[in-house]
């Protein structure tokens, strides 16, 4: 794997908040950012006497922003036999930023968006969590290099983007029992 011998560098930061601004609603957002770059480019072999990959360029396949926000909110919506109905919603949005590829490419950047909701009980909890709610159809990863998927034919030399794509709009129900 040419991966294996390049030398990097990066640079970036992480930074998180949280944020209450009243008891029932509760927010959080996560930032990454990294420059990534090749100091000296893999060695040629000659499996790949033209490694695409040269000094100074963002080291393939490394997102430089990544984010991830989240807003929920909780409260107690009655009570019976004694015991309080809580309520709870929430909504969280990921993004990938375009990741560089080798060749001078870029993959596509990633937007999903997730909501849950729950009622719990006397410790009795039932749930619904839906991912990707938008059905956004995405690659969950991104390759481009060169690659010879029909034996019987001569090997190309031209790379082919690959991917593997993300999961669809996924339902996730839940009963929980507190003891």
């Known amino acids: 794997n040419p991966l294996l011998y390049m030398l990097a560098y990066g640079a970036g930061f992480v930074a998180q908040a949280t944020y209450d601004p009243f008891a029932w609603l509760h927010g959080s957002l996560s930032v990454t950012y990294v420059n990534a ?23 393939p396949y490394v997102p430089p922003v ?4 989240d807003l929920g909110a909780d409260h107690r919506l009655a009570t019976w036999k004694d015991e309080d109905l809580v309520g709870r919603i929430g909504a969280g949005y990921s993004y990938v930023g375009r990741r560089p590829l080798p060749y001078s490419q870029k993959a596509s950047p990633i937007s999903l968006l997730d909501v849950r909701g729950s009622l719990t009980w006397h410790g009795l909890e039932l749930g619904l969590e839906i991912f990707n709610l938008l059905d956004t ?43």
């Open 37 to 59: 770059t090749l100091l000296e480019p893999p060695v040629a072999t000659a499996a790949d006497p033209t490694p695409p990959f040269v000094p100074g360029q963002n080291l």
């Open 66 to 69: 990544v984010i991830r926000a």
């Open 137 to 179: 159809q995405y690659a969950a990863s991104e390759y481009y290099f060169v690659s010879n998927w029909d034996p019987s034919q001569p090997p190309s030399r031209i790379p082919e983007r690959t991917i593997a794509a993300g999961a669809p709009r996924t339902f996730l129900a839940t009963l929980g029992v507190s003891l």
